[in-house]
């Protein structure tokens, strides 16, 4: 067995967020989490499985994502991140362009079969909602509502997150300035997906280096080393993951009537749109006269 040393103690602090939406309130401690900087296959631990990790030891979650979401808070500039050692695999060292997977899972809503069993609409941007969020195969939170990016597609920073859980809120496509994530998911596999994981990894854009989410659905044979995992010494206690607060829960009925929502405000925003385009064209012929 040769797995990387334990040798660096990410310092978390204490975060909230609420959903401007739901109301819903997620919460998370403050926490010190050993970790490894470099990062590792199933062929280091000798095994098909990471059921045979050393007693005290599991794969990291989220704690890399909240990591950069804390740094960039205390105002650290993205390159100075990006520079950060526990980024070293994901750009070529120590390992070649390493995708890290996590223990980090999306569900499907409670009773549903597919991930994208309720869709909303906001200005043009499409969300999951009522997905749930497992680490370590427990469900931590519920009733999330997820990112998925425009109707139109097109590339996605991640411009806001739910610190407390260390995922996307928002994002936006094809905008400036750059971000220094990317959500990276494929909607078609996603639709019936009954699970997706969380991997993250990192590219170049530009000559800069960024960090990208990825929302992957298929699964992957664990011999395969197309994933990387990070090694955390600690075990996923009741203080070690975040707590959400719903107060106001909702049931299918209302998840339904919110997509018929969204589809309805998007026909509203594009027939604005278009209403607005026939008048600046009556202005124009007005002053042609």
Known sequence: MKLPKIDRTLELSPSKYVCPYSKNTYEQTALSVPISTELFTL???????????????RIG???VVRFTIQELQRGITPGQILGDPIFRSYFGEYRMHASERTCAELLPP???????????TRKGYMYAVGV???????????????????????????????????????VCVDEKPMHIWEL???LNRLV?????????????WADDNHLRFFVNSFQVDPKSDSYYYRLVRSPLEEGF??????????????????????????MEEARGTLDD?????????????
Request: charged share 30%; net charge negative.
């Open 43 to 57: 062929y280091d631990l000798h095994s098909q499985t990471l059921d045979d990790l050393p007693e005290g030891y």
């Open 61 to 63: 979650g989220l704690e």
């Open 110 to 120: 409670q009773g549903k079969r597919g991930l994208l069993s309720y869709i909303e």
């Open 132 to 170: 749930r969020l497992a680490i370590g195969g427990r469900v931590v939170a519920e009733d999330l509502r997820f990112p998925l990016g425009k109707i139109k597609g097109g590339k996605m920073d991640i411009k806001e997150w739910n610190s407390a859980l260390g995922i996307p809120a928002e």
């Open 184 to 186: 990276s998911l494929d």
């Open 192 to 204: 019936d997906a009954e699970m997706a994981c969380i991997t993250m990894n990192g590219y170049n």
């Open 241 to 266: 993951l975040p707590k959400a607060d719903r107060p106001a829960a909702k049931d299918s009925e209302s998840y339904q009537n919110g997509f018929h929502d969204g589809r309805r405000a998007a």
């Open 277 to 289: 385009l026939r008048s600046r064209i009556a202005d124009i012929m007005k002053k042609l006269d």
